[in-house]
């Protein structure tokens, strides 16, 4: 499975930012689907989950209300729509894929390479 992620880019604070995240190779479908964030000098940290079949949506506490995870309906390719962005959003965002999780996050298998964010105040 590969994973390519696109979309980021430079927004000032309250605006909006819609990433990417398209799927190839074998049984991509098969996958659970996530987004991560990081910033330098911090481990890397779950952002939104959204499980295979689509029906399950999950997300940390600090973007609940302004980000949304959702799928294509081939399940190829997964979105993250942020909205109201603050500057502490400001990180590079990376896509994964693995097993959905009992806490709501997912067990990453695949990377994508990341996409910065930047968010201007």
């Known amino acids: 499975v590969q994973l390519q992620a696109s979309g980021g880019g430079l927004v000032q604070a309250g605006g909006s930012l819609r990433l990417s995240c398209a799927a190839s190779?074998?049984?991509?479908?098969?996958?659970?689907r996530a987004w991560f964030r990081q910033t330098p000098g911090k481990e890397r940290e779950f952002v939104a989950a959204?499980?295979?079949?689509?029906?399950?949506?999950t997300y940390t506490d600090s973007v609940k209300g302004r980000f949304t995870i959702s799928r294509d309906s081939a399940e190829n390719t997964v979105y993250l729509e942020m909205n109201n962005l603050k500057p502490e959003d400001t990180a590079v965002y990376y896509c994964?894929?693995?097993?959905?999780?009992?806490?709501?996050?997912?067990?990453?298998?695949?990377w994508g390479q990341g996409t910065l964010v930047t968010v201007s105040s």
């Open positions: 959204i499980k295979r079949g689509g029906g399950t949506t």
């Open positions: 994964a894929a693995g097993s959905f999780l009992l806490n709501g996050q997912i067990a990453p298998k695949y």
């Open positions: 190779g074998r049984f991509f479908s098969s996958y659970s």
